[in-house]
C-alpha cells in the first residue's frame, strides 16, 4: 500500500542551524501539508502546499519557515534558524486532490530536537 | 476559532471490553472528521473519515458517529484487544483544508 515517507526519522541541530526535513507524498497525490507536534500538546498544522504554492499557512509558519517541491517526488520544510522551541515531531501529509473530503495520509514523522 | 477536546484523556480498560471515545467541536460548520491512531513515537494512521453529510461510517471493529449539529463525535472499539493500546486523535476540517486537532485519548487495552 502506497504510503507517505520522511527523512530523517531523527534530527539533532544547534540553535541557530538549519534543518531541511524531507517528505515523499503518495505519488498520485497533488495537495501537500506540514504539522508538528510539540512533546504533550496537540498536533498543530502547520501549511498546506497545492499547485506549488501556498495554499494556506498558520501564524506558527513565519518567514523562518518555507516549503519546496524541488522535483515531482520530494516535499520539503526548511527552518532558516532553529529555535529551541521548534523541537518537535514535524508531519508530512497528503491527499489525493484539494477536496475538502479527502482523506489526509500521514508520514511516520521527523522528531527534530534543538539544542 | 474551531476548538477541538477529547475526553477522557486516558482510559484502561480489561480486554473484550467495548470502548467508548469522545470527541467534541466548538464550530459545527465542518467538512468533515477524521479518526487516527497514534502509537508512542511514530506517525498517525488514519482509521475513518465522515464526511459531514454521514451520521456514522464503520471499519472492522470500529465504528465512528457524527453529531455535527451538536458538535460530536464518538469513536467505538468492539471487543478491544491489547494491540488497540495507543492514542486515538479526532480532527476535523472547518475552514481551508487543514485539520484540527484534538489532545487524544490514551488508551492502554489490559489481557
Known amino acids: 500500500e502506497p504510503e507517505v515517507t520522511q527523512t530523517p526519522s531523527h534530527q539533532v541541530t544547534q540553535m541557530g542551524q538549519e534543518v531541511i526535513l524531507r517528505c515523499v507524498p503518495i505519488?498520485?497525490?497533488?495537495?501537500f501539508y506540514w504539522y508538528r507536534q510539540i512533546l504533550g500538546q496537540k498536533v498543530e498544522f502547520l501549511v498546506s502546499?497545492?499547485?506549488?504554492?501556498?495554499?494556506?499557512k498558520s501564524e506558527i509558519f513565519d518567514d523562518q519557515f518555507s516549503v519546496e517541491r524541488p522535483d515531482g517526488s520530494n516535499f520539503t520544510l526548511k527552518i532558516r534558524s532553529t529555535k529551541l522551541e521548534d523541537s518537535a515531531m514535524y508531519f508530512c501529509?497528503?491527499?489525493?486532490?484539494?477536496?475538502?473530503?479527502?482523506?489526509?495520509?500521514f508520514g511516520p514523522g521527523t522528531r527534530l530536537l534543538v539544542l | 476559532k474551531q476548538e477541538v477536546t477529547q475526553i477522557p484523556a486516558a482510559l484502561s480498560v480489561p480486554e473484550g471490553e467495548n470502548l467508548v471515545l469522545n470527541c467534541s467541536f466548538t464550530?459545527?460548520?465542518?467538512?468533515?472528521l477524521q479518526w487516527f491512531r497514534q502509537d508512542p513515537g511514530k506517525g498517525l494512521t488514519s482509521l475513518l473519515l465522515?464526511?459531514?453529510?454521514?451520521r456514522e461510517q464503520t471499519s472492522g471493529r470500529l465504528n465512528a458517529s457524527l453529531d455535527k449539529s451538536s458538535g460530536r463525535s464518538t469513536l467505538y472499539i468492539a471487543a478491544s484487544q491489547p494491540g488497540d493500546s495507543a492514542t486515538y486523535l479526532c480532527?476535523?476540517?472547518?475552514?481551508?483544508?487543514?485539520?484540527?486537532f484534538g489532545g487524544g485519548t490514551r488508551v492502554l487495552v489490559k489481557p
Open positions: 464550530d459545527s460548520a465542518i467538512y468533515n
Open positions: 501529509a497528503s491527499s489525493e486532490s484539494p477536496g475538502l473530503g479527502e482523506t489526509q495520509y
Open positions: 502546499f497545492y499547485n506549488n504554492e501556498i495554499s494556506e
Open positions: 480532527a476535523v476540517i472547518a475552514a481551508g483544508n487543514k485539520l484540527t
Open positions: 465522515i464526511q459531514s453529510s454521514q
Open positions: 505519488s498520485n497525490h497533488l495537495y
